[in-house]
C-alpha cells in the first residue's frame, strides 16, 4: 500500500473583502490525500478557488483553518522538495533556458549541473534552445522551459496551476501527452489545477471535483483508464460526461441544465 | 520529441515571386527619376527630415539677429567661432572634462545608494513606512535651492557640485527602484521562495533582476537630472565647468556668442549621455523589461 504524500484536513480559508470586516469565505472544509506516485487533478469552475488551494498547499498562502500535511509534516512554507509551476511566465525573462533550468541547482558542481541540464532539456524538446531568452521562445515552450526547471530540482512532488492554460488548443493536446511521458520516466507526484475537464480526464489517476465557491470537493473520480488513453473509447466518454454532470453542466449547447 | 512551435524551424526558402508580366514603361521611368523622394519612409528621408529642421533653424536664427541688429547676441557663425577660439586656448576640452568629471563623482554616488538603498526599502514594507515621508519632503526641494547649503558645507571646491549632483540623481533612481520592487511580478517571488534561496540571493538574483529595467529607466532620467543641475552649480559654485563658462563669459565682457557655445555644448553632450544610457537597455539581460 503506497503513502499518502500529501494529506489535506478539514481546510477553510476566508479571505478578507475588499469592503471593510467584509469575510469571503472561499474553501469550506476540504479534505483528500494525494498518494505517492499519484496523478491527482483539481477541477472546478472558475473562480473556485481551486488555485486557493494549490497555493495553500504548496505553503504560499496560510489556511484559516485546518492544515496540510507532507509525509506527516505540516506545511508552513514553501520547499525545494516540492515545486510549483505557474500558469504562466514562471520562467526568469532575465535567465537563458539554461540557467532557468539551473536555478534550482545550486548545491551541485558545474558538470553535474551542465549533465542535469542536457537531460532535462532533452527530456522536454528543447535541444539547441539552450541559449536562448525565454522572450525568443513560444509560450509552449517557455511552459517546457518551467517543467524542466522543476523536474532538474528533483522534487518529491509537482504542484501545477492550470501549466496549460494560456497555451493553443494543438500544444496542449502536444503538452499533455508529454507530460504523462515524462510522469511515467520520472515517477514523481503531481497534483495539477485545472478548469479543463477533458485535461484533467486525459492526465489523471485521480480527479477532485470542486464545487463552487465556497468550494469543497464534491466528488472523488477515479479514472480508470489504461494509458495511453483512447479519447473516443466509451470509458473515456462516460468519465467525462460524468464530471461534465457534477459540475452541473450539460453537454448540448444550448441546453439549460440546471431545471 | 518535436517542438511544436519552434520560431528556429519556419520555412527559410521563401523566394520572390518571379514577375513576367511586362512593366509598364511610363511607371518604370517615374521610379528611375526618383526613387528615395518617393517613399517618405525611406531612409534619405529619416536624415533629410532633421537634418533640414536644424538648418531651418539655424538659417531663421541667423536671420533674427541680423534684422534685429543686436549688439551682443550672436548669430550661428559667431557661435562657431567661438567654439573654435575656446579649442585653441584649450578651454573647451578642461571645462568638458571638469564638469563630466563632476557628473561622474556625484551620479555614481547616487547609483551605488539609490539602489540598494530603493530594493531594500521596496522590499521591506516597514522600512518604508519609515522613510517614505522624508523621501517625499526632500525629493521636490530643487537641487539649485540646496547651492547656499552647499557651499557653507563643502566652499568653492569640487565637493559642492559633486554633493548637489548626487541630490539631485539619487532620488529618481531610489524611487523608481522602490516602485520597481512593489510592483514586481509576484510569480518571480514565489518562484525564488520555491526554490529555497536566501535572503542574499533572493535580493541579487531574483529582486535586482527583475528591476533592472526599471531601475534603468530611473538612471536616465537621473542622468538627465544630473546634467540639468551641473551646470547650474558651476555657476556659483566652482571656477571652472561648462557652466562656469557661460556666466564667466557673460561677466567678463559680455561674450554671448562664449555663452551660446557653452549652450550648445552643454545641449551635444547631454545627447550624447543619453543615447550612451540607452545602450544600457539592449542588453539581452533586460530587454525583456521594454515590451515594444
Redesign the interface.
Known amino acids: 500500500m503506497k503513502q499518502p504524500a500529501v494529506s489535506i484536513r478539514d481546510l477553510s480559508v476566508t479571505f478578507a473583502g475588499k469592503r471593510n470586516g467584509e469575510m469571503v469565505p472561499v474553501l469550506h472544509d476540504v479534505s483528500a490525500e494525494v498518494m505517492e506516485g499519484e496523478f491527482v487533478c483539481v477541477v472546478g469552475p472558475s473562480g473556485c478557488g481551486k488555485s486557493t488551494l494549490l497555493n495553500i498547499v504548496?505553503g504560499?498562502v496560510p489556511a484559516t483553518t485546518g492544515d496540510v500535511l507532507v509525509e506527516g509534516v505540516p506545511v508552513t512554507?514553501?520547499?525545494?522538495r516540492?515545486?510549483?509551476v505557474?500558469q504562466e511566465?514562471?520562467v526568469?525573462?532575465?535567465?537563458t533556458v539554461r540557467e532557468n533550468i539551473s536555478?534550482?541547482l545550486?548545491g551541485k558542481t558545474n558538470q553535474e549541473r551542465a549533465e542535469l541540464v542536457r537531460r532535462y532539456v532533452e527530456m522536454v524538446?528543447?535541444t539547441?534552445?539552450e541559449e536562448m531568452?525565454?522572450?525568443?521562445?513560444?509560450g509552449?515552450?517557455r511552459q517546457r522551459v518551467e517543467i524542466a526547471r522543476a523536474l532538474a530540482?528533483d522534487p518529491d512532488i509537482i504542484y501545477m496551476d492550470e501549466p496549460f492554460g494560456a497555451l493553443d488548443f494543438?500544444?496542449r493536446l502536444?503538452m499533455r501527452t508529454?507530460l504523462i511521458r515524462i510522469w511515467q520516466t520520472e515517477r514523481k507526484t503531481i497534483l495539477f489545477v485545472t478548469h479543463d475537464i477533458e485535461e484533467a480526464v486525459q492526465l489523471a489517476d485521480r480527479i477532485f471535483v470542486m464545487t463552487q465557491r465556497p468550494a469543497t470537493i464534491q466528488k472523488i473520480v477515479d479514472v480508470d483508464l489504461p494509458r495511453p488513453r483512447n479519447l473516443d473509447s466509451p470509458d473515456y466518454l462516460r468519465t467525462r460526461d460524468e464530471i461534465f454532470q457534477l459540475m452541473g453542466m450539460s453537454l448540448r449547447v444550448g441546453e439549460s441544465a440546471v431545471p | 520529441m518535436k517542438v511544436l512551435s519552434s520560431p528556429m524551424l519556419g520555412n527559410q526558402t521563401n523566394s520572390a515571386p518571379i514577375d513576367v508580366s511586362p512593366q509598364p514603361v511610363i511607371a518604370a521611368s517615374a521610379r528611375k527619376s526618383a526613387p528615395w523622394l518617393r517613399n517618405p519612409d525611406s531612409r534619405l528621408w529619416k536624415i533629410v527630415r532633421p537634418v533640414g529642421m536644424v538648418a531651418l533653424f539655424l538659417t531663421a536664427w541667423g536671420l533674427a539677429v541680423r534684422l534685429s541688429h543686436s549688439a551682443l547676441f550672436p548669430t550661428p557663425g559667431n557661435v562657431v567661432r567661438g567654439i573654435a577660439e575656446l579649442i585653441e586656448k584649450g578651454l573647451l576640452l578642461k571645462y568638458i572634462i571638469a564638469s563630466l568629471f563632476r557628473v561622474s563623482w556625484g551620479f555614481t554616488l547616487a547609483v551605488v545608494i539609490g539602489v540598494p538603498l530603493g530594493l531594500v526599502l521596496g522590499w521591506y514594507s516597514r522600512a518604508f513606512q519609515a522613510f517614505n515621508p522624508l523621501i517625499q519632503i526632500f525629493r521636490p526641494i530643487s537641487p539649485i535651492a540646496w547651492i547656499p547649503v552647499a557651499i557653507l558645507w563643502f566652499g568653492v571646491s569640487d565637493a559642492a557640485p559633486i554633493f548637489l549632483i548626487f541630490l539631485a540623481s539619487v532620488f529618481p533612481i531610489t524611487v523608481s527602484a522602490i516602485a520597481a520592487v512593489q510592483n514586481m511580478q509576484l510569480v518571480y517571488l514565489r518562484a525564488a521562495q520555491n526554490f529555497g534561496l536566501s535572503t542574499g540571493e533572493l535580493f541579487r538574483q531574483v529582486i535586482f533582476r527583475a528591476c533592472l529595467p526599471q531601475i534603468i529607466t530611473g538612471i536616465r532620467i537621473a542622468l538627465g537630472v544630473a546634467w540639468l543641475v551641473v551646470v547650474a552649480a558651476e555657476m556659483i559654485a566652482v571656477n571652472s565647468g561648462l557652466g562656469y563658462l557661460i556666466i564667466d563669459a557673460r561677466n567678463a565682457g559680455k561674450r554671448y556668442d562664449l555663452v551660446v557655445a557653452g549652450m550648445v555644448m552643454i545641449g551635444l553632450i547631454g545627447l550624447i549621455l543619453d543615447l550612451l544610457v540607452r545602450q544600457l537597455e539592449k542588453f539581452d539581460e533586460v530587454r525583456w523589461g521594454y515590451s515594444r
Open positions: 504548496a504560499f512554507r514553501p520547499d525545494p516540492r515545486i510549483f505557474f511566465n514562471g526568469f525573462p532575465w535567465l536555478f534550482g545550486r524538446g528543447l539547441g534552445f531568452y525565454p522572450r525568443e521562445l513560444s509552449g515552450m530540482a494543438l500544444t502536444k508529454d
